[in-house]
């Protein structure tokens, strides 16, 4: 045997080293969600209440008036509806903005009447035409809800805040240290505790590194020894 240096080897074993405490860490990173207060939701009331009167009439035409009672939330603008149910025709109009599709009448507001407070009332009138026969319309809308007499009240979307995801930080993985022995070395030998030592022949050889037990068993084995 060769005297010369001795390089102590031993491998971790059994014990994670801080590169694989921090790989777990990392694998157990949590996201956090800073989740916000979601706000009751409003409550909207809607209903209305409406006469349709015809004040006179004569052979092909006809004269009435409609009053729309608002019964829920106070509106900045309106829309009253009413389908024809004999093919009748609006020919003119006051007090309101009128378009007919078909038997659809939709009227709106003149400009100085688009306010409607809850407990207003909207009114206007016009002249109409008929054929056959002159019947009321069976229901009025205001702004698509049909005017009963009654209330209604619905729940209103509002806006809840948007979770906002939060990443913890995680250490950077450190390696954990290895041993060195020389290429050159030939005598091994076991100590009490069960970790390798080897003993290189001369100054100048090359070194192997070695992160395990088993691989130091395999490089003492591949050396003859």
Avoid: E
């Amino acid at each position: 045997m060769h005297s010369g240096s001795v390089a102590a080897v031993r491998p971790r074993q059994g014990r994670p080293g801080r590169g694989a405490r921090a790989l777990a860490l990392l694998a157990g990173s949590v996201t956090v969600l800073s989740l916000g207060v979601v706000a009751a939701p409003a409550q909207a009331a809607t209903g209305c209440s409406a006469t349709y009167t015809v004040t006179n009439q004569w052979a092909g035409g006809f004269g009435a008036d409609v009053v729309v009672k608002n019964l829920g939330d106070a509106k900045s603008t309106w829309t009253v509806g009413w389908q024809f149910p004999d093919g009748q025709t609006v020919t003119s109009g006051w007090n309101g903005t009128f378009s007919q599709q078909g038997a659809a009448v939709s009227v709106k507001p003149a400009g100085w009447n688009a306010s409607l407070p809850m407990g207003g009332s909207v009114s206007f009138g016009f002249n109409g035409a008929w054929t056959s026969a002159n019947r009321v319309p069976s229901a009025i809308t205001l702004d698509g809800v049909t005017c009963t007499g009654s209330t209604t009240t619905t729940p209103t979307p509002t806006a809840t805040s948007t979770p906002k995801p939060t990443t913890t930080s995680t250490p950077t993985p450190t390696p954990s240290p290895t041993g060195t022995v020389p290429s050159t070395g030939r005598a091994w030998s076991n100590t009490s505790d069960g970790f390798a030592q080897g003993t290189t022949g001369g100054a100048g050889g090359t070194t192997v590194t070695v992160t395990t037990l088993d691989d130091l068993k395999k490089y003492a084995a591949a050396s003859g020894k």
